[in-house]
């Protein structure tokens, strides 16, 4: 039985995502639906796939539609704040790729409250990040730190109004620069395009406000990169992603679209590894 999923955000990222449906590389999943603000996205995504979508003009035939099983969110933070907490209540599963929203403690507390009253789930890819399934289970014996360093280049980060109000310009970088050192929950405020790592690391271990995040601009690199470094009781854990960019979107790593297409592929897969 194929599980039918609904899109919404037609972008680079949300491009990929439904050409990996339509091609059958995200397992047993029928892409039923696409919904973006600009809608001539929609249309112009809709024309280059085989399964031919309906497009939706708003969320509510999304949420009206009894035959969906998954709500794919590949938009923004701000439409996890404006149609999470609806899709839930239409008896919806939902995949959040802009987990930089849950950084706001209430939106996640509605989104998590509401998910286990209604008895549906909320899927968070791991995203560009390596070692996610080890922190989660090191988590269970206490993490003590966690620190998240990204690396950049200069034209991945230059687009934020965090830079911008401080005077911070990085055109004509020559070498690395710091421009963010603070909690996560101040770098999703500040880079909420480029650091949902972030809200991810700090959801599976020490939450936002005990999580640290460096962030350096980097002229000399043409790919993101994270390292995490986690302290706990089960012992010291170090990871490295160098992503190569997204072609379309610079701020996201390819891999996060990657990570996305094999949690579908996940759901219906008969053996699942990792934990």
Partial sequence: MRLKVALIGCGAIGTTLAQAI??????????????????????????????????????????SDKTLGLVIEAASQLAIEQYSLDVLRSGKD????????????KMLKEVRSLAER?????????????????????????????????????A????????????????????????????????VKAFPQSVNVAATLSLVGIGVDKT???IIADPKLD?????????????????????????????????ATLSAIQTLRNLSESIRIGT
């Fill in 156 to 187: 991945a980060l230059a687009y934020s109004p965090y830079l911008e109000e401080r005077g911070i310009n990085l055109r004509g970088l020559k070498r690395p620069r710091v421009v963010f050192e603070g909690s996560a929950r101040e770098a």
């Fill in 212 to 214: 640290k995040v460096r």
């Fill in 223 to 255: 790919r993101n990169v994270h390292e995490i470094r986690v302290l706990g009781k089960a012992g010291e854990f170090v990871t490295e992603a160098r992503n190569v960019p997204f072609p379309d979107a610079p701020k996201t790593s390819y891999l």
């Fill in 94 to 105: 939902i995949m959040v790729m802009s987990v930089g929203a849950f950084a706001d403690e």
């Fill in 22 to 63: 339509d091609k059958g590389k995200a397992g047993k999943v029928e892409l039923a639906w696409l919904y973006d603000f600009k809608s001539e996205k929609s249309e112009m995504l809709a024309k280059k796939l085989s399964s031919k979508p309906r497009i939706a003009r708003n969320l509510a035939e999304i949420c």
């Fill in 118 to 154: 209604s008895g549906r789930r909320v899927y968070i890819p791991s995203g560009a990040v390596l070692g996610i399934d080890g922190i989660k289970a090191a988590e269970l014996g206490e993490i003590k730190e966690a620190t998240l360093t990204t690396r950049k280049p200069p």
